[in-house]
């Protein structure tokens, strides 16, 4: 200790004393003032302030350059930055906070996730939900990948490269909390294109598949019903699952949207179940032979006529009125005439196809939810909330989305993004919402917009939350739709830089 001027060590501690005191910090012991480390600073919504972000970035580039020490310093840092977001994200509404993120072949790029998880923590995100299935493409090394669809990756040198396996680690490394989320039904366009895969898809009553009614090349929506889509998707989940990822969103569990008078489905051939799975599954519901005959009179005509009531009546004498699942047909209705029982089965026939068409999206969410939460792993649906309306006398929206029929198992990822020029839209979005949820379903709404400034009708993030603050105590949690959104120079040089 003699060469800082000091002869004892008893010396050393008195004089660090007096500085502790002069400094305001008297209550910490000399040694424990040596020990503690530089703590960031952060606002009300945990985003660290401008000193730290920039120590944290020259760390990374000099750790990037070889720099062994830098590096070092720079991972601790990185679990300091960590576990001061989570205490900060406990202590401030809201508890979880997320954001979601699409990446590109160029991620792979030295540095370049580094850069953007960083940012995300600095921004005071926990939750990062990465897009892995997308655009008929799977975040998975191309030399692994055994599902039906190509891999995001397919650059020379890159084919063992497992891009969500490092994000999820290094997501960890930071305190994120990391979940897949993929599309849903939508299962592309390479795929709606594969020859042994054209009759899995949905098509309507006019022969057509979501490619041709939506225009766009990326509407490609598979038929619920259809068990090779069943396998195929489930196989590809188990696949993302292979990755530990924290939790699975399910997007897209709906049939496409219209433009327009296409916006609403008015008539049995707007339906999406004109596929030979979804057909086959809807003559399964028929509960005795004259409902079966009905059925199918009526699908492919799209409508009855007397003349089938009376038909039909002929054919099968010994049954009473023709019965289908959901039907609450009375004996009674044996001794009506046919042209009194012709308008009830009308409109029983147009019923029993819309349910139809939305328990296949039911029973598909419900299905591949049961792989992540066998193993423990929250799953959840992204659901327009206007996804389930009714239009006018009869009509429903084309979405055809029963986000309100979905289990309270999973968590509710409502996506609020009405524009009126003020949150109120927004708010009666997740009001909405709440009405349909019981009390134990999480909802978690999800915003789109940029953090501080309005995008024309659009309000900032910081307004948005402020209102569902306000409105809604019971949520904790919400997410901001996308990284993409905050950071769109960033993310167009990701997109179109060559790997």
């Known amino acids: 200790m003699g060469g800082f001027g000091f002869s004892t060590f008893s010396q050393f501690k008195q004089r660090l004393m007096a500085l502790s005191l002069a400094l305001g910090i008297g209550s910490l012991s000399p040694l424990a003032l040596l020990s503690q480390p530089v703590q960031a600073k ?80 600095n921004k005071g995100y926990d939750h990062l939900y990465l897009e892995v299935f997308y655009d008929s493409q799977a975040l998975l090394p191309e030399n692994q990948n055994k599902t039906a669809w190509p891999s995001v990756l397919k650059t020379n040198g890159l084919e063992d490269r497992d891009l969500m396996a490092e994000i999820i680690a290094k997501g960890h490394a930071r305190g994120l909390k990391v979940y897949a989320w993929m599309f849903g039904l939508n299962f592309g366009y390479v795929y709606a294109n594969r020859s042994d895969r054209r009759t899995v898809m949905a098509r309507n009553g006019f022969g057509q598949t979501s490619l041709d009614f939506v225009k766009d090349g990326a509407q490609a929506f598979a038929d619920p019903y259809n068990r090779t889509a069943q396998e195929d998707y489930y ?93 609450n047909a009375q004996a009674s209705e044996k001794n009506l005439s046919d042209s009194q029982l012709h308008q009830r089965l009308q409109n029983d026939l147009w019923y029993l196809t819309v349910g139809h068409a939305a328990q296949g999206v039911v029973d598909f969410v419900n299905l591949i939810a049961q792989a992540p939460q066998r193993q423990g792993v929250p799953a959840g649906a992204v659901f327009f909330p206007g996804g ?112």
């Open 42 to 121: 952060t606002n009300q919504y945990c985003r660290l302030d401008a000193q730290a972000i920039a120590a944290k970035d020259q760390l990374r580039e000099k750790a990037l350059s070889g720099d062994q020490t830098a590096q070092q310093e720079y991972t601790k840092l990185l679990d300091e930055h960590g576990k001061q977001l989570n205490e900060c994200r406990q202590k401030n509404w809201p508890k979880d906070q997320a954001i979601w993120l699409r990446v590109y072949p160029c991620d792979t790029r030295a540095g370049v996730i580094d850069k953007v998880l960083d940012d995300i923590v």
């Open 235 to 327: 196989k590809l989940v188990k696949e993302i699952l292979k990755r530990k990822p924290d939790g699975v969103l399910f997007d897209y569990i709906r049939y496409p949207r219209g433009t327009g008078t296409q916006s609403v489905t008015a008539s049995v051939n707007d339906l999406w179940i004109y596929s030979p799975a979804a057909i086959q599954a809807l003559y399964n519901r028929a509960q005795n032979k004259q409902g079966l005959v009905l059925i199918e009179k009526y699908l492919r005509n799209r409508k009855i006529t007397v003349g089938d009531v009376t038909a039909v009546r002929a054919q099968h004498p010994n049954e009473d009125t023709p019965r289908w699942q959901g039907r």
């Open 388 to 499: 389930n309306q009714i239009v006018g006398q009869r009509g429903f929206d084309s979405r055809l989305q029963p986000w309100d029929k979905f289990p309270s198992s999973l968590e509710w990822h409502a996506m609020a993004y009405s524009v009126c020029g003020s949150p109120q839209c927004i708010v009666n979005e997740i009001a909405r919402v709440v009405r349909f949820a019981s009390s134990d379903t999480e909802i978690i709404p999800a915003l789109a917009g940029d953090w501080d400034r309005a995008i024309g009708n659009r309000p900032s993030l910081k307004d948005q939350m402020a209102a569902i603050r306000a409105n809604f105590p019971r949520i904790d949690s919400v997410s901001h739709f996308a990284y993409s959104w905050q950071e769109p120079t960033s993310d167009n040089e990701r997109k179109f830089c060559r790997v």
